[in-house]
């Protein structure tokens, strides 16, 4: 039995979805007409955005303080699952203790606090939600990545997405290889036909050891990191961590996946989640490409790419990582290329800076939302595809809808 917390986001996305799902069209177009991510323009702060945050467990914290290392941003509210790492994280934020609110509604008190922007941190299956109270309070958004773990919450973002527009808001997510300039350059040579027409793709995610505890009386034991291994709370490898790579392929060509068939696994002892360990996907692009896809979450020191990608072409060969070199091989561009920087660090410092121009600007189209449309789409159209070991559309998918839901009886509102 589901909770009426549940049932609220249940029937907000699967309404919202079905007003929306003819809006994808326009967002592959969008996606078609994209320029380049620009870099972060020299800071200039004529004012504080009064800023809230959602989730301070590890990564959540470490954003927040990149967040109050920014000189144009003051956070003024926080919420937290966790009373006590809300006022733990808070406390050294500076964040009133008034002001800092635990349980999952937390992020109601946040959104009465009079916060102009709202940064969503925690748990993806609760993002559209959360992001729908955001945008419907007139507040900024700024979430990590994915921003949904189904088809439904999708469309959901999507209509939020063009929602926020239409209300002169921002939206951002939280996306971090577009930043990085080596990987801009490699994308403006494909536009430009470096590669000579498209052949094959090969990319990979690796990722170490996540915790996979037993579910206890409540979820509650999963909301610290264990929730990754939970495909309805995290969306799974290609979701969780593969979806770096797999939107810097859809950002670098401006297509997402039409079909898809692939086989995944779990090979650890004793799982307690239902997340995949490892697997292969091959992927369809609306042009006819192949991209095949690699994928594990193993302690097993494999040598594979990781978070990086080979874009084949009939006459050179691009690379786009996450981290380490990047460069264009061969045709009539050769980019000897550079090393991509500290991406992990660097990148989101980028998009925290241009978030707050974009705020302060005005500039309200909000790419990176409608971009993660397809390279969200993509990466469920993965994790079906190899879950159920066949070959699946895209058009299957979506006319499916099918949703993922969690139990939340007996948790904290």
């Known amino acids: 039995m589901m909770t009426g917390q549940s049932l609220t986001r249940r029937t907000f996305v699967e309404r919202t979805a079905a007003a929306t799902v003819p809006l994808l069209a326009a967002a592959s177009t969008a996606l078609a007409q994209e320029a380049g991510a620009k870099p972060a323009a020299a800071v200039s702060v004529e004012r504080k955005v009064r800023l809230g945050f959602v989730g301070l467990g590890s990564?959540?914290?470490?954003?927040?303080?990149?967040?109050?290392?920014?000189?144009?941003?003051?956070?003024?509210?926080?919420?937290?699952?966790?009373?006590?790492?809300?006022?733990?994280?808070?406390?050294?934020?500076?964040?009133?203790?008034?002001?800092?609110?635990?349980?999952?509604?937390?992020?109601?008190?946040?959104?009465?606090?009079?916060?102009?922007?709202?940064?969503?941190?925690?748990?993806?299956?609760?993002?559209?939600?959360?992001?729908?109270?955001?945008?419907?309070?007139?507040?900024?958004?700024?979430?990590?990545?994915?921003?949904?773990?189904?088809?439904?919450?999708?469309?959901?973002?999507?209509?939020?997405?063009?929602?926020?527009t239409e209300k002169k808001l921002c939206f951002r997510v939280d996306y971090q290889l577009p930043t990085d300039e080596a990987n801009q350059e490699v994308k403006k040579r494909i536009a430009a036909n470096a590669l000579g027409g498209l052949a094959h793709i090969y990319s990979g995610g690796t990722c170490g050891k996540l915790p996979d505890p037993p579910v206890g009386p409540t979820i509650e034991n999963l909301f610290r990191r264990a929730w990754y291994s939970h495909i309805g709370l995290s969306g799974d490898l290609l979701l969780l961590y593969d979806i770096h790579i797999i939107d810097g392929v859809v950002w670098s060509l401006g297509q997402r996946a039409v079909a898809a068939g692939g086989y995944a696994r779990i090979?650890?002892?004793?799982?307690?989640?239902?997340?995949?360990?490892?697997?292969?996907?091959?992927?369809?692009?609306?042009?006819?490409?192949?991209?095949?896809?690699?994928?594990?979450?193993?302690?097993?020191?494999?040598?594979?790419?990781?978070?990086?990608?080979?874009?084949?072409?009939?006459?050179?060969?691009?690379?786009?990582?996450?981290?380490?070199?990047?460069?264009?091989?061969?045709?009539?561009?050769?980019?000897?290329?550079?090393?991509?920087?500290?991406?992990?660090?660097?990148?989101?410092?980028?998009?925290?800076?241009?978030?707050?121009?974009?705020?302060?600007?005005?500039?309200?189209?909000?790419?990176?939302?409608?971009?993660?449309?397809?390279?969200t789409l993509t990466g469920i159209l993965g994790r079906e595809a190899m879950l159920r070991k066949t070959w699946l559309t895209m058009d299957e998918l979506i006319k499916e809808g099918k949703t993922r839901e969690v139990n939340l009886r007996g948790l904290k509102t």
């Open 267 to 375: 090979v650890r002892p004793d799982p307690h989640g239902d997340r995949s360990d490892c697997g292969g996907v091959v992927f369809q692009l609306q042009d006819g490409t192949c991209w095949t896809h690699a994928t594990q979450l193993l302690q097993n020191n494999a040598v594979m790419y990781n978070l990086a990608a080979d874009i084949m072409g009939l006459e050179a060969t691009a690379h786009i990582a996450y981290s380490g070199q990047v460069f264009i091989r061969g045709g009539s561009q050769h980019y000897s290329g550079a090393a991509s920087g500290s991406i992990y660090a660097d990148g989101a410092k980028a998009n925290i800076a241009e978030f707050y121009r974009c705020i302060t600007q005005g500039e309200f189209d909000n790419a990176t939302a409608h971009r993660s449309v397809d390279s």
């Open 59 to 164: 990564r959540g914290s470490w954003i927040a303080n990149l967040f109050k290392q920014h000189p144009g941003y003051e956070i003024v509210a926080a919420a937290d699952y966790f009373e006590e790492t809300v006022n733990t994280v808070g406390e050294r934020l500076g964040v009133p203790a008034g002001k800092r609110f635990s349980g999952l509604s937390g992020y109601k008190r946040v959104l009465d606090s009079g916060v102009e922007a709202l940064v969503l941190k925690d748990i993806p299956y609760f993002y559209p939600e959360q992001a729908a109270a955001a945008i419907d309070a007139g507040v900024h958004l700024y979430t990590a990545k994915p921003f949904a773990v189904d088809v439904p919450a999708v469309f959901a973002m999507q209509a939020l997405a063009k929602k926020a």
